[in-house]
């Protein structure tokens, strides 16, 4: 058999053939591994107010409304899926529509973003309205160490949604700004997506520990 003699010129052709992860999208999954460890301090925090004040827990737990908070959750799980419908979008280098509007199957990325937007700003506007019904009810954050907790809890997450809501507008800005939808703008839907599901996946736990466990 004869040898294969490898130049410099195949060399570096070889090493472009090869397929190297985004830098952009390995960062972003691992920072979201640093906010798991952040979520899952928030988490520790409520179990240690279960375990030791009890009685506490099971009355302020009585002021929670779960069919409000299972819609709103419902919202925002859905959003996920709308979320993934503009990636898949994206990876067919297709930022728009290319027929009616109520013809979700030639929807592109930038309607799938944008209804992933309004659905994620219902959450947070749902949760907005949740807190001023509980502050009406006697449970202001200062009330106690349960109210404390929620808040900060439930808070931080609509605030980590807040941002996911900026980086969808960013996106679709980009989108608009660019003369041609490429590689870049398609990895940059992807890592937003990522971002969301883990949103998303944060609050399926939180619904669960908050409103489940009594």
């Known amino acids: ?22 830098p952009v999208a390995v960062g972003t999954i691992v920072w979201l591994g640093s906010e798991v460890m952040f979520f899952a301090g928030l988490f520790a925090i409520y179990f240690t107010i279960r375990n030791t004040s009890p009685e506490l827990w099971a009355g302020r737990t009585e002021l929670l409304n779960i069919p409000f908070a299972a819609v709103n959750t419902l919202i925002l799980v859905l959003s996920s899926f709308t979320a993934q419908a503009g990636v898949f979008a994206a990876e067919r ?9 109520w ?4 929807w592109g990325m930038v309607e799938w973003f944008y209804l992933t937007f309004i659905m994620g700003a219902v959450f947070v506007s749902g949760q907005v309205w949740e807190y001023a019904t509980l502050v009406a009810e006697g449970m202001p954050i200062s009330a106690d160490s349960y109210a404390s907790a929620f808040y900060i809890t439930t808070g931080f997450h609509a605030l980590h949604v807040t941002g996911g809501l900026i980086a969808f507008l960013l996106i679709i800005g980009r989108a608009f700004a660019v003369k041609n939808f490429g590689r870049k703008e398609m990895t ?17 736990i939180l619904f669960a520990v908050i409103y489940f466990i009594r």
């Open 93 to 101: 280098f297709q930022p728009y529509r290319r027929g009616s509007i």
């Open 1 to 22: 058999m004869g040898s294969v003699t490898t130049t410099p010129a195949t060399y570096n052709q070889a090493l472009r053939s090869v397929k190297r992860p985004d």
């Open 188 to 204: 940059s839907a992807i890592v937003v997506s990522y971002y969301w599901h883990f949103v998303d996946v944060v609050w399926i």
């Open 103 to 106: 013809n979700f199957r030639q």
